[in-house]
């Protein structure tokens, strides 16, 4: 979970992309945006889920307004996501060479 913000690692997908994929995807985008751009995702997914005033910036999903600090991605850094989605993308690309 985090806000609609201009350094969330999805901002340049789109909401329907982002809606399509939950947060099960989330280490993928990671990986597709770059080192730099998660960890900004993260610093401002942290600062927001910290400071209810700034909740209203996260759109309320199905189960209302999930916070980083509280999802699946809970105490992990930018740096571990985006080593998952590596991860997750070389094997996307290795199954597709084995065609």
């Known amino acids: 979970g985090g806000p609609d913000h201009t350094d969330n690692y999805l901002y340049a997908l789109g909401?329907?992309?982002n809606q399509s994929v939950g947060e099960h995807l989330d280490?993928?985008?990671c990986f597709m945006a770059g080192k730099?751009?998660?960890r900004k995702a993260v610093a401002i997914a942290e600062k927001?889920?910290?400071d209810p005033?700034?909740?209203k910036h996260i759109r309320?999903?199905?189960k209302g307004i999930r916070l980083y600090?509280?999802?699946m991605h809970k105490g992990r850094t930018a740096d571990e996501l985006f080593a998952k989605g590596?991860?997750?993308f070389s094997a996307v690309r290795l199954a597709n060479r084995s065609k």
Do not use: D, I, R
Request: charged share 15%.
């Open 36 to 38: 730099a751009k998660a």
């Open 69 to 71: 600090t509280e999802g």
């Open 60 to 62: 309320p999903g199905t």
């Open 53 to 55: 005033s700034l909740h």
């Open 48 to 50: 927001v889920a910290k």
């Open 86 to 88: 590596k991860s997750l």
């Open 15 to 17: 909401g329907s992309f």
């Open 27 to 29: 280490t993928v985008n």
